[in-house]
């Protein structure tokens, strides 16, 4: 079979399942063959081998189930960045760049020198931030594969984190005396939600926090005299606005940015 017709033959597996069947085809080519999405346009009348016909299909089958195709790639993108992910690891979205735009505009602002990314997963955060300033930065997270992909990315792309085990400010405990600013995308999803098939097969622990998403804030702050004096931005969901409001508005002061959609996304504290 030329790679034309595999193409062809994954595209209509997917169609049902994708927007993008197109170019996800080509993304399931690519990891098949080894070979970039461009390279596999320039080469369309090649003949591809039976072994790889029949793993291509097997895995536009598996997309189609709902499978996360950023898992099946093991590629993800963020912040201009190319990231390893795998099964496990929290994956992240195109949202989330605008904590790292807020995160950089206060690091200069005051002139932060140490940044803890609480939840790192992935690492995106803690490497986008590391690649754009000179500050030192800590990762943190509860989960040991989250923490070994974070520390792959940071080494691919050459950066110093100081990488942590352990839940919200426990790892971060010898350090917080010198940690200006913590960033974190957390769980914040209601386990009372129906989530689409693919965000379905992401680490529960990365998505959900309690019946109306607040449990992870609620810990994280329940000792507000540890991040005294600390600037804090996390990400959140529009419909948590009022609910933050009423837990942290004796905390400092309190402000909420919008994503590129125009929803309510972050909030940052700056702790009194």
Known sequence: MKLRELYTTI???????????GSEALSILSKVTGRSREGLLMDFEEEVSEAQCQLAVSLAR??????????????????????????????????TELLV?????????????LVAD???????????????SQCKVLA????????????KNAEKYQVQIEILKGPYLEP?????????LIVSNPPYVSTLAQLPA???????????????????????????SLLRGKTIIMEMSQEQESGLRELLQNLGTLS???????????????ME
């Open 11 to 21: 595209k209509d597996i997917l169609k049902e399942a994708s927007e993008s069947s």
């Open 62 to 95: 598996k997309r189609a189930s709902g499978y996360p195709l950023q898992y099946i790639t093991e590629k993800c993108y963020f912040y201009g960045l190319e990231l390893y992910v795998c099964e496990g690891v929290f994956i992240p979205r195109m949202e």
């Open 101 to 113: 735009d807020l995160s950089l505009e206060v690091m200069e602002e005051k002139n932060i020198k």
């Open 118 to 132: 609480v939840g790192t997963g992935t690492g995106c955060i803690a490497v986008a931030i590391a690649l754009n």
């Open 140 to 151: 943190t997270d509860v989960s040991e594969k989250a923490l070994e992909v974070a520390k």
């Open 172 to 180: 971060l405990l010898d350090f917080l005396d010198g940690v200006q």
């Open 198 to 224: 693919d965000v379905q097969k992401e680490p529960p622990e990365a998505l959900f926090a309690g019946e109306d998403g607040l449990d992870f804030y609620r810990n994280f702050f329940s000792v507000p």
């Open 256 to 270: 909420f940015f919008k994503d590129q959609f125009n929803r309510t996304r972050f909030f940052k504290l700056e």
